[in-house]
C-alpha cells in the first residue's frame, strides 16, 4: 500500500491526508507518509516477512509478549467527522473475551475517558470504542472471523457516520453517534491500544493507514485478493 492506494472505484487517497503508514517494508518502526512518525518498537516486536500478498511484509505481535508498535500523541490523531483506518490482520489467536486490540490510545490504567478511537476482534466480529461527547461507545460489527486467515479491515466515518468493512465488505453502519470524539492525549499502538498493558494482539499486522481527513470506502469495494499461508494472489507491485 502507498500513501494514494484506494481500493474502491471513484475514490483517490490524498497523499498529504496519510498521517500515518507503517508496516509496508522490512523496518517495522519505519513511517512511510510525510509525517515520518518516531515508531517505537515495545518487547522486541518482530518483523516478519508473511504477509497478505507476494512481498509483502508485516510484524509479528506476540501475547505472551505483550509486542506492541507505539506512536507519539499529536495533532495527526485529533479526528473529526470524516476518517479512515485500515490494515490487514492475521490471528494466531483470539486469547481474549470480545477485546483483542488493533490498535487504540487508552492509558495505562484503560479509562474509558482516555481513549479516542481503538478497534478490536474476537471470535464474534469487529468493535470499534470511542469517547463520543464524553459518552463512552461500543459498536460491534456481528461477524464470523477465523483464525489463521488474513483480513483487510477498514474503519471508516464519513460525515461523523461510521462504518466498519471487512475484505471490502461494509458489516457495520451507524448514523447515530455523529458527536465530537475525544482528543486523547495517549500514546497511540499498533497490536495494542496505548499504554494499556493486556487484551493485546497475537498474530500479524501488514501495511496500517490512517488518513485522517478522507472517507476511503463508502460502499462495498474489492480490496486484493487475500491469500492463504500457501498460495500467492498477487504481487508487491500492485501496491
Given at each position: 500500500m502507498t500513501t494514494t492506494t484506494s481500493f474502491q472505484d471513484g475514490i483517490t487517497c490524498t497523499a498529504s491526508n496519510v498521517k500515518l503508514l507503517a508496516l509496508t517494508t522490512a523496518t517495522i518502526t519505519a513511517d512511510a507518509s510525510s509525517e515520518n512518525h518516531t515508531i517505537?518498537?515495545?518487547?522486541?516486536?518482530?518483523?516478519?516477512?508473511?504477509?497478505?500478498g507476494g512481498g509483502m511484509r508485516s510484524a509479528l505481535f506476540a501475547v505472551a509478549s505483550?509486542?506492541?508498535?507505539?506512536?507519539?500523541?499529536?495533532?495527526?490523531?485529533t479526528l473529526g467527522s470524516t476518517f479512515t483506518y485500515e490494515a490487514w490482520v492475521y490471528a494466531n489467536s483470539l486469547p481474549h473475551s470480545g477485546y483483542n486490540y488493533i490498535f487504540g490510545d487508552f492509558n495505562s490504567a484503560g479509562a474509558t475517558s482516555s481513549n479516542s478511537l481503538s478497534l478490536a476482534m474476537?471470535?464474534?466480529?469487529?468493535?470499534?470504542?470511542?469517547?463520543?461527547n464524553g459518552s463512552y461507545t461500543v459498536l460491534h460489527a456481528s461477524t464470523t472471523v477465523a483464525l489463521n486467515q488474513w483480513y483487510h479491515v477498514?474503519?471508516?466515518?464519513?460525515?461523523?457516520?461510521?462504518?466498519?468493512?471487512l475484505d471490502g465488505t461494509m458489516v457495520l453502519e451507524n448514523t447515530s453517534?455523529?458527536?465530537?470524539?475525544?482528543?486523547?492525549?495517549?500514546?497511540?499502538?499498533?497490536?495494542?491500544?496505548?499504554?494499556?498493558?493486556?487484551?493485546?494482539?497475537?498474530?500479524?499486522?501488514?501495511n496500517f493507514r490512517v488518513n485522517n481527513s478522507q472517507a476511503l470506502y463508502t460502499k462495498d469495494f474489492t480490496p486484493p485478493s487475500l491469500v492463504s499461508s500457501v498460495?500467492?494472489?498477487?504481487?508487491?507491485n500492485d501496491f
Open positions: 517505537t518498537n515495545v518487547n522486541s516486536t518482530a518483523a516478519s516477512t508473511f504477509g497478505p505483550d509486542n506492541k508498535l507505539t506512536i507519539p500523541d499529536g495533532e495527526w490523531k474476537a471470535s464474534d466480529g469487529l468493535r470499534i470504542l470511542f469517547d463520543n477498514a474503519v471508516v466515518r464519513n460525515s461523523g457516520n461510521f462504518y466498519i468493512f453517534n455523529t458527536g465530537t470524539l475525544n482528543n486523547s492525549s495517549q500514546v497511540f499502538a499498533i497490536g495494542g491500544t496505548g499504554a494499556f498493558t493486556t487484551l493485546q494482539w497475537d498474530g500479524y499486522i501488514s498460495s500467492v494472489a498477487f504481487v508487491a
